[in-house]
C-alpha cells in the first residue's frame, strides 16, 4: 500500500506505519501536499551496467554508472548525444532491465516501475483527446485512485504549477509552456519523490524555457521531490541543479560531477552570481575532455 | 494569459456564419454547376446531331424520360440498395473494430489471422459472390453479407494501424503506472485510433455502395429485393440503355450521399473526440494562451 491509497486525513498526521521502509520518515504537509522526509538517499544507483543485444550483436550502452542524490537534491546529467542518459534514466524508472549493478529508489530495489518515481518524457506524453485537467487525472485512473482524493490533489497539483483556470483548456489551446505544467502536474499526481525527466524543455524557445525552468523548481522545492534531469544546455543545468553529472561518450560514465553551491529557490539573477559562472565554466571544461 | 481571442470566436452570432457558409458554398458549387451544363447540353446536342440510337447511346432526355416513367421503381431501388450497404456497413463497422481490437492483444494472434483478412480483401467479390447466394440465399441477406465481405478490411486494418499508432513515450506513460493491457487498451489504445477508425470508414462508405449494387448485380436477387443493381442487370438484358444510364445515375448519386454523410458523422465524432484538431484545420489557433 502506498501512501496515495490511504485517505487524505491520514497524509498529514499519521506518522509511518512499524515495518515500511519508510519508518524513519517525518510526513508534514507542504502546500496541501504530502510530504515524506527520508533520511537514506531518494536514488542509489551502484556500478551500473547495461548492454543492448540486437542481432547477436553487443552494444555496450551503460559501462559502470555510480550516483546517488538526497532526498529534495536537484541534479543534471549532461553529456555528448547519444551516450546512454535516456537510457540510464530508463534504467532508473524501472522501464529497462539493467544488466548488473544496483539501483535502490528510497531505499528499494528498482525491478519494474515504482509509484515513487515520477517520469517526464521528452515528448511529454500527453494525451491529445483529453484536455488538460483530464491529462492531469489520468495516473490516478491507472492507479485507480479513490476519485474524491484524485480531484482533491488535482486542484492542488494544478494550483501548484499556476494552470488554475485552464483545467477545461484543450492541450492545443495551450502553449508549449503550459503543456510543460500539465505534464509536471501529472508527475506530482502520484507524490513521486523521485523525478526523472529527459530533456523536458528542450522543445521550448529560450524565454519560455527560462520562466519554465525557474517554475520548476519552485513547484519541485515545494513538493519536496528531487529530480534528475538529463539536458543538453550547460546554462539550464547550472542554474537547475545542486549537482551536475557530466557523462562520457558512448559506453555512458561519470567522468565528473560539479556541485553548485548557490541557494535555492533560484532566480533569473542567479546567473549573473559568479559561482554559477564557474560551475559553468567547469562543467564546460570536463564536457571538453569527453569529446 | 486571456482566453477571449477564444471566446471571440464562439460569439460570432450563428446567423452570420450560415450567410457566411451560403455565400462561400454558391461560389464553390457555381463552376461544377456551369460544367454540368456544359458537359449535359453537348452530350444532347452531339447525340441529336449524328442521329445515334438511343439504345446505344441515350441523350439526357431520354435518361430523364426513362426515369419520369417509372419513379417509383427507381426510387425502391436506391432505398433497397441504400438498406443493404448501410447494415453490411455497419457489420463491418462493428466486427471491423471489434475483430482488430482483439488481434491488438496478442502480437501472435495478430500475425497469426492478419494474413487471412488479406486473402479475403485479394479475393474478387464477383467470385466468392454466388457463393454467398448459395450459403444465405437469393435474398437481401446475401447482399448484406457481400457488402461486408467489401468493406470489412479497410475497418479492420485502418484499426489495426490506429491501435499500434500511440507513440512509444506514451506507452512508456502507460507502463510506469503499471497500467494492465486492458485499460492501457481502453484509454489510451482506443482513443489513440479514433482518426485512424474515421479515415477506414471513409473508405467502407464509399466501397459499401459499389458492393451492394455489384452484389445485387451478381447475385440476381428479384422480387422488389433486388436494387439497383438488379435493375441495371435487367436494362442490359433488355437494351434499356436510358433505364441503365438512370439506374448508373442514382447509383453515383447514392455513393456521393454515403461519402458525404461518413464524412459529416466522422468529423463531428472527430471533434467530439479531439476539439483542437479542428480549430487547427479551420486555419490556426485562434485562442492559444501562453506561459
Redesign the interface.
Known amino acids: 500500500m502506498t501512501i496515495m491509497d490511504q485517505p487524505r486525513e491520514h497524509l498529514a498526521s499519521a506518522p509511518a506505519r512499524a515495518g515500511s521502509p519508510a519508518e524513519s520518515s517525518v510526513l508534514r504537509s507542504v502546500g496541501g501536499l504530502a510530504v515524506q522526509e527520508d533520511a537514506g538517499p531518494v536514488l542509489d544507483a551502484r556500478h551500473l551496467k547495461k548492454r543492448f543485444v540486437r542481432d547477436g550483436n553487443s552494444l555496450e550502452v551503460l559501462a559502470d554508472i555510480t550516483m546517488t542524490l538526497s532526498p529534495g537534491e536537484f541534479a543534471a546529467i549532461i553529456g555528448p548525444s547519444g551516450c546512454g542518459k535516456s537510457t540510464f534514466l530508463r534504467v532508473l524508472a524501472g522501464l529497462l532491465p539493467y544488466d548488473s549493478g544496483d539501483v535502490r529508489v528510497m531505499g528499494a530495489p528498482v525491478k519494474s516501475p515504482r509509484p515513487e518515481v515520477g517520469f517526464m518524457f521528452q515528448g511529454l506524453a500527453l494525451l491529445p483527446w483529453r484536455n488538460v485537467l483530464q491529462n492531469i487525472l489520468l495516473p490516478a485512473e491507472l492507479v485507480g485512485m479513490d476519485k474524491e482524493l484524485a480531484s482533491d490533489r488535482a486542484r492542488v497539483c494544478i494550483d501548484m504549477v499556476g494552470l488554475t483556470g485552464f483545467e477545461k483548456y484543450h492541450l492545443r489551446e495551450i502553449s508549449g509552456g503550459m503543456r510543460q505544467r500539465v505534464a509536471l502536474a501529472r508527475m506530482l499526481m502520484t507524490e513521486a519523490r523521485l523525478l526523472l525527466l529527459d530533456e523536458p524543455f528542450s522543445s521550448l524557445d529560450e524565454l519560455t524555457r527560462e520562466v519554465i525552468d525557474i517554475v520548476f523548481m519552485d513547484v519541485c522545492l515545494k513538493a519536496g521531490s528531487s529530480y534528475l534531469m538529463v539536458t543538453h544546455s550547460i546554462y539550464e543545468a547550472v542554474l537547475m541543479s545542486d549537482k551536475v553529472f557530466v557523462m562520457s561518450r558512448a559506453p555512458a560514465q561519470v567522468i565528473g560531477a560539479v556541485d553548485v553551491a548557490l541557494p535555492k529557490p533560484r532566480t533569473r539573477e542567479t546567473v549573473s552570481d559568479p559561482e554559477f559562472v564557474n560551475a559553468a565554466n567547469e562543467v564546460r571544461k570536463i564536457l571538453e575532455t569527453s569529446s | 494569459m486571456s482566453?477571449v481571442p477564444?471566446l471571440s470566436e464562439r460569439a460570432l452570432g450563428s446567423g452570420a456564419r450560415i450567410l457566411h457558409v451560403g455565400w462561400s458554398t454558391t461560389r464553390k458549387l457555381f463552376f461544377p454547376v456551369l460544367g454540368f451544363v456544359a458537359i449535359v447540353g453537348i452530350w444532347q446536342l452531339s447525340i441529336g446531331l449524328t442521329h445515334i440510337p438511343s439504345y446505344i447511346v441515350p441523350r439526357p432526355t431520354d435518361v430523364a424520360r426513362a426515369t419520369l416513367n417509372a419513379p417509383g421503381l427507381l426510387w425502391s431501388g436506391v432505398l433497397t440498395t441504400a438498406a443493404a450497404a448501410a447494415a453490411g456497413l455497419l457489420l463491418a463497422v462493428v466486427i471491423g473494430v471489434a475483430g482488430a481490437t482483439c488481434l491488438a492483444f496478442s502480437a501472435v494472434v495478430e500475425r497469426s489471422l492478419f494474413p487471412y483478412a488479406i486473402v479475403l480483401q485479394t479475393t474478387p467479390v464477383i467470385a466468392i459472390a454466388p457463393l454467398v447466394v448459395i450459403w444465405f440465399g437469393a435474398n437481401i441477406r446475401s447482399i448484406i453479407v457481400i457488402v461486408f465481405l467489401i468493406s470489412f478490411f479497410p475497418m479492420l486494418s485502418n484499426t489495426l494501424v490506429g491501435l499500434h499508432s500511440p507513440?512509444p513515450?506514451?506507452r512508456?506513460?502507460?507502463?510506469?503506472?503499471?497500467?494492465s493491457p486492458m485499460?492501457t487498451m481502453l484509454?489510451?489504445r482506443v482513443?489513440?485510433s479514433?482518426p485512424y477508425i474515421m479515415a477506414g470508414l471513409k473508405i467502407a462508405g464509399g466501397l459499401s455502395v459499389i458492393g451492394a449494387i455489384v452484389a445485387e448485380y451478381v447475385a440476381g436477387v428479384g422480387g422488389g429485393q433486388g436494387g439497383l443493381g438488379y435493375l441495371i442487370a435487367v436494362s442490359a438484358q433488355q437494351l434499356n440503355t436510358p433505364y441503365l444510364v438512370a439506374a448508373a445515375l442514382c447509383g453515383s448519386l447514392l455513393g456521393l450521399i454515403f461519402f458525404g454523410a461518413v464524412a459529416i458523422a466522422s468529423k463531428a465524432l472527430a471533434t467530439r473526440?479531439?476539439?483542437?484538431?479542428e480549430?487547427?484545420v479551420r486555419g490556426g489557433?485562434t485562442?492559444?494562451?501562453?506561459?
Open positions: 482566453a477564444l507513440d513515450d506514451m512508456g506513460l502507460f507502463r510506469l503506472y503499471k497500467a485499460k484509454k489510451l482513443p489513440g479514433v473526440h479531439d476539439p483542437g484538431a480549430a487547427e489557433i485562442g492559444r494562451v501562453g506561459g
